[in-house]
């Protein structure tokens, strides 16, 4: 078959946090491609775009780039197009799309944390799809490092996830992306590669371990699309890799869409990235990864194809969604009414305000166009829809997204996704692996019991850290990081990735507090804050306006507590020398959203505003509650 040698398409596969978007601004460096001038202005992390990635240090969207190659024997330049996924299994949609676009993967580990529970899943979807990979060993410097033992337990990983002979006979290289150097020796422990100042040992075992895209000189157009995106002036962008055929700038082609109808329809604007910028092509032949303009409703995992033979490519699948929340509309007292609810400061920055039924539903409905695995279903109410993803933070994600573009909403305490098999009730479970100083592993053992997690494996580095692999269930881990950190002094590491389901595992008790609920509306006073301290822990402070049902802190016991946090000094015309002492406050736990999610129990929600989170009950008023309460007693 012919076979274009001028391309290779390849994607970046790792754990959190092991340097993948580090090596791809290093391999953007080397390849020379930004102009001289511009280089002492380039950013770090230049893949990520977005201000939630740079924020929390994470890819979540996955993307493409464009690195032309020079080979140092002087032969034609070669474009590498480079992937960039995330690392995280709750963006596991963007991994799997990433994948259809590449023809091998390289697969990123840190020489000393080693293959973790995401490199497991990055390198399974990998593997699934018959790719071969190269490994790459990262942060050879880090004083910690241990490079023998995490190869080794990368070659157990191949085995375990059922790798044939030739996808184990892997090429290794030795990296530190931080500094730009790899090499194919192995370093000593901690250091940096010693014969190599770049990455050319990198971009020649990419060349040779990368197959070249091969094609049938005589099939029709077929090319699939991976991803979209939008410009103001474009409308609508369609991400796709020509697979057969050849795809040109004003071309008539067919759009095969996901119901199998076909229309006709016209390329209005091609174009091929280079480095991180789009920029107009002609056309693009098979194997070239290409954005095309000019088809508005056109979705993920359809197929552009010859109009006289449209053949469709099969469409992306991805795996089942875990967990779900119910967003709604706004439904508090303060609704609409800023950060404090006060002055004119809050009525110019609710102008923008969107807290509308249909503005949530339409936004909702625009995040399932570039998000194929989320889903987004109805509920009894008209104000409020039942979303399901992979995880608690692609879901925390999304809210956090819309709280930035001026959206209030409601957001119920997150459920796992449970399924039906042969009349029982299945769950879904996650395997756990932690990290932990020796000091703390009966702590962590202690609050997995209490999760009903099951320990499958544990391993003694000898360095004063233990490894343990656990088996829980999802619904466990829903509020489990916070109590984790807490109890490991903020040295434990966690990471867990689905694992299948199985039967109900009965009944959880994962929070033993209850909640300090006010009991009406007001300002919270120091003097009440001082008197209140003492029943647990605040969430507020002097000054933030209450409503009845709000929870302002946690309570030491395990029932909710209703408290006045709005009561006042009463004042006298008589001077006193101690009756004006102040006593010092502490300082109130401030919970981010993550935190608000995981601390709520099943009759509370969060409030998400652009200023503020707040934590209420669903029933707000004291009396109803009560009589619910009773209720159930009965």
Same mark, same amino acid.
């Given at each position: 078959m012919p076979t274009r040698h001028d391309i290779r398409n390849v994607a970046i596969v790792a754990h959190v946090d092991h340097g993948k978007t580090t090596l791809v601004d290093a391999m953007l460096k080397q390849a020379g491609s930004f102009a001289e001038h511009a280089a002492e202005k380039l950013d770090d992390r230049m893949m990520d775009s977005n201000d939630l990635e740079r924020e929390k240090g994470i890819t979540i969207l996955a993307k493409n780039t464009a690195v032309k190659y020079h080979p140092k024997?002087?032969?034609?330049?070669?474009?590498?197009?480079?992937?960039?996924?995330?690392?995280?299994?709750?963006?596991?949609?963007?991994? =799997?799309?990433?994948?259809?676009m590449v023809d091998a993967v390289v697969l990123l580990v840190d020489a000393s944390e080693g293959p973790l529970p995401?490199?497991?899943?990055?390198?399974?979807?990998?593997?699934?799809?018959?790719?071969?990979?190269?490994?790459?060993?990262?942060?050879?410097?880090?004083?910690d490092s241990r490079i023998d033992e995490v190869v080794n337990e990368t070659y157990d990983l191949f085995l375990d996830l059922d790798a044939d002979e030739d996808q184990i006979e892997f090429p290794i290289v030795y990296a530190c992306a931080r500094d730009g150097v790899a090499s194919l020796t192995k370093p000593e422990d901690g250091t940096v590669p010693a014969d190599s100042t770049n990455l050319e040992p990198f971009f020649t075992t990419l060349l040779d371990s990368v197959p070249a895209p091969q094609y049938d000189a005589d099939a029709p157009l077929q090319a699939h699309v991976t991803n979209l995106d939008a410009d103001n002036f474009l409308g609508r962008i369609a991400l796709l890799r020509v697979e057969q055929g050849e795809l040109a700038k004003g071309q008539?082609?067919?759009?095969?869409?996901?119901?199998?109808?076909?229309?006709?329809?016209?390329?209005?604007?091609?174009?091929?990235?280079?480095a991180l910028t789009r920029k107009p092509a002609e056309k693009a032949g098979p194997g070239d990864i290409c954005a095309v303009a000019g088809i508005?409703?056109?979705?993920?995992?359809?197929?552009?194809?010859?109009? =006289?033979?449209?053949?469709?490519?099969?469409?992306?699948? /991805?795996?089942?969604?875990?967990i779900s929340m119910t967003i709604g509309t706004n439904t508090s007292p303060l609704v609409g009414r800023g950060g404090t609810g006060k002055g004119a400061d809050a009525k110019a920055a609710v102008k923008d305000r969107k807290v509308t039924a249909r503005q949530v539903k339409d936004r909702l409905e625009r995040e399932?166009?570039?998000?194929?695995?989320?889903?987004?279903?109805?509920?009894?109410?008209?104000?409020?829809?039942?979303?399901?993803?992979?995880?608690?933070?692609?879901?925390?994600?999304?809210?956090?997204?819309m709280r930035r573009e001026g959206f209030e909403m409601t957001i119920g305490k997150p459920q796992v996704v449970t399924k039906e098999v042969d009349g029982k009730t299945y769950e879904p479970v996650e395997r756990m692996t932690i990290d932990v100083p020796e000091e703390h592993m009966g702590a /962590?053992?202690?609050?997995?019991? /209490?999760?009903?997690?099951?320990?499958?494996?544990?391993?003694?580095?000898?360095?004063?850290?233990?490894?343990?692999?656990? /088996?829980?269930?999802?619904?466990?881990?829903?509020?489990?990081?916070?109590?984790?950190?807490?109890?490991?002094?903020?040295?434990?590491?966690?990471?867990?990735?689905?694992?299948?389901h199985e039967p109900w595992f009965g009944t959880l008790t994962t929070r033993n507090n209850g909640s300090l609920v006010a009991d009406r509306s007001g300002a919270v006073t120091a003097f009440a804050m001082t008197n209140l301290q003492e029943r647990g822990v605040l969430f507020t402070e002097p000054g933030t306006e209450v409503y009845e049902g709000m929870i302002v802190g946690e309570n030491s016991r395990a029932d909710d507590m209703d408290v006045n946090i709005t009561k006042e000094k009463k004042l006298t015309n008589m001077r006193s020398s101690s009756a004006d002492s102040f006593e010092a406050i502490v300082p109130p736990?401030?919970?981010s959203l993550e935190q608000s999610l995981e601390f709520c129990r099943d009759d509370e929600c969060v409030e998400v505003t652009p200023e503020a989170v707040r934590i209420r009950k669903v029933v707000l008023d004291q009396k109803e509650r009560g009589r619910t309460a009773s209720r159930a007693k009965r």
């Open positions: 024997d002087g032969g034609d330049p070669i474009t590498i197009n480079i992937i960039d996924t995330p690392g995280h299994a709750d963006f596991g949609g963007e991994v =799997e799309r990433g994948l259809s995401q490199t497991r899943f990055v390198l399974r979807k990998a593997l699934a799809a018959r790719m071969p990979v190269i490994l790459c060993i990262n942060k050879t410097d880090r004083p008539s082609v067919a759009w095969i869409k996901r119901d199998g109808s076909i229309a006709n329809v016209r390329i209005t604007e091609l174009m091929m990235t280079e508005p409703d056109i979705m993920i995992g359809e197929t552009l194809a010859d109009p =006289e033979n449209p053949v469709a490519l099969p469409l992306i699948t /991805v795996d089942e969604p875990a399932l166009i570039g998000n194929v695995s989320l889903r987004v279903l109805e509920t009894e109410r008209p104000d409020a829809w039942e979303v399901q993803g992979r995880g608690e933070l692609a879901l925390a994600i999304l809210v956090e997204q /962590v053992t202690q609050l997995m019991g /209490v999760r009903k997690g099951r320990m499958d494996n544990m391993s003694n580095h000898g360095s004063g850290w233990v490894r343990m692999e656990f /088996v829980v269930p999802s619904r466990g881990l829903i509020g489990f990081r916070t109590e984790f950190l807490t109890n490991t002094r903020g040295t434990g590491i966690a990471h867990s990735i689905h694992e299948g736990r401030k919970l």
